[in-house]
């Protein structure tokens, strides 16, 4: 295991967001540290995601955006500051590293980028998902049927057919594990992205 996976598994963003003293609530929300949030928009659980600014990422992600560090400086602050005691000899440069050493270490960067790409694509799913999720309930509320008509209006009937799955698809984009979170930008990737084609055009 990476020694980024390793600081993950042991340190969530819940642990580094209140250790590094933010306030979360009993619904585990809080004020963004990085827009300026009065009420509190970002949602914290294994993960991070804000609802304001749509910051998201781990542990790792916060420390680093939260301190401006670069994500291995962050690894490394939370093994200290959590005394998780993994050894990042690796990293120190007072180790002299072997081939098989450095061949790791570059794995890993490679690995986080592929990540962090990934994450980029998942935060607009998540953006676009949020805003016709809005959208739904909107309609909801102003399309509803009176007593007396014979056809309930499109947007109406959309609304019923989809908002439970897209909620339940938004649940599973924030705080689901990596592989559901694959899962789902394989099977829907291309259907959000028609789907945020299509809002563009409502406000
Ligand atoms: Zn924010």
Same mark, same amino acid.
């Given at each position: ?79 200290? %500051? ?68 014979? %056809? ?13 799955f897209i909620n339940?698809?938004?649940d599973d984009l ?30």
């Open positions: 295991m990476g020694i980024f996976d390793e600081v993950k598994k042991r340190v969530t963003a819940y642990d580094a967001v209140s250790h590094y003293g933010i306030k979360i609530n009993n619904k585990g929300m809080c004020c963004c540290p990085f827009h300026d949030d009065k009420n509190p928009s970002m949602k914290v659980d294994s993960r991070y995601h804000c609802f304001g600014c749509g910051a998201d990422g781990d542990a790792i992600d916060f420390v680093s955006n939260y301190f401006g560090l670069p994500v291995i400086k962050a690894a490394k602050k939370i093994n200290e %500051d959590f005394n998780l005691g993994i050894a990042f000899k690796n990293f120190s440069g007072n180790d002299i590293k072997s081939e098989e050493q450095l061949r790791l270490e570059r794995e890993q960067c490679i690995s986080r980028e592929v990540e962090r790409a990934f994450d980029i694509m998942r935060r607009d799913a998540i953006n676009i998902l949020s805003k016709y999720h809005s959208l739904l309930w909107y309609w909801r509320k102003e399309y509803g049927p009176s007593e007396g008509d014979a %056809d309930w209006h499109p947007f109406f009937v959309e609304s019923l057919e989809k908002l439970e339940e698809l938004l924030i705080f689901g594990d990596r592989e559901k979170q694959l899962e789902i930008m394989e099977i829907y990737g291309e259907e959000i992205k028609a789907i945020g084609e299509r809002i563009k055009n409502f406000n």
